[in-house]
Nanobody
Framework: EVQLVESGGGLVQAGGSLRLSCAAS????????IGWFRQAPGKEQEGVSC????????YYADSVKGRFTISSDNAKNTVYLQMNSLKPEDTAVYYC???????????????????RGKGTLVTVSS
C-alpha cells in the first residue's frame, strides 16, 4: 500500500522555522519525484516545491524562494521541507505527493500527483 505521511507542522510565530517531513512507503522511492503543495482556507492549492528522484532538480515557487529548502534522504525514504522566515501567509495545510517525471527547475511538468498524503497543518501567527 502506498503511503505518504507528512509531519512537523504546528504553530509558530512569524519569522520562525519549521521542518516538515514526508515519509514514503509502498513504492520504489528512488524512482519518484516528490512535491510539496499547500492549501490555505478559501484559497486554491499552490505548488510550493518539488525535488526530482535523483535530487538533481529542485523547484521553488516564487512565494517561498530563498526561505524554504527541500531535501531528500533516500536511505530513509523521506523528503524534508525546511521552512525559515515564516510569514502569516504561509499558513496552510501542507501536503506531499509522489509522481514520476514530475519536477523541473521551472516547475512541475504536469498537474496532479497520483499519490499524496493527508497533510500537516502549519499556522504562522503574526
Amino acid at each position: 500500500e502506498v503511503q505518504l505521511v507528512e509531519s512537523g507542522g504546528g504553530l509558530v510565530q512569524a519569522g520562525g522555522s519549521l521542518r516538515l517531513s514526508c515519509a514514503a512507503s509502498g513504492f520504489t522511492f528512488d524512482d519518484y519525484d516528490i512535491g510539496w503543495f499547500r492549501q490555505a482556507p478559501g484559497k486554491e492549492q499552490e505548488g510550493v516545491s518539488c525535488i526530482s528522484s535523483s535530487a538533481a532538480t529542485m523547484y521553488y515557487a516564487d512565494s517561498v524562494k530563498g526561505r524554504f529548502t527541500i531535501s531528500s534522504d533516500n536511505a530513509k525514504n523521506t523528503v524534508y521541507l525546511q521552512m525559515n522566515s515564516l510569514k502569516p501567509e504561509d499558513t496552510a495545510v501542507y501536503y506531499c505527493g509522489a509522481a514520476l517525471y514530475y519536477c523541473s527547475d521551472s516547475g512541475p511538468y504536469y498537474d496532479g500527483m497520483p499519490y499524496r498524503g493527508k497533510g500537516t497543518l502549519v499556522t504562522v501567527s503574526s
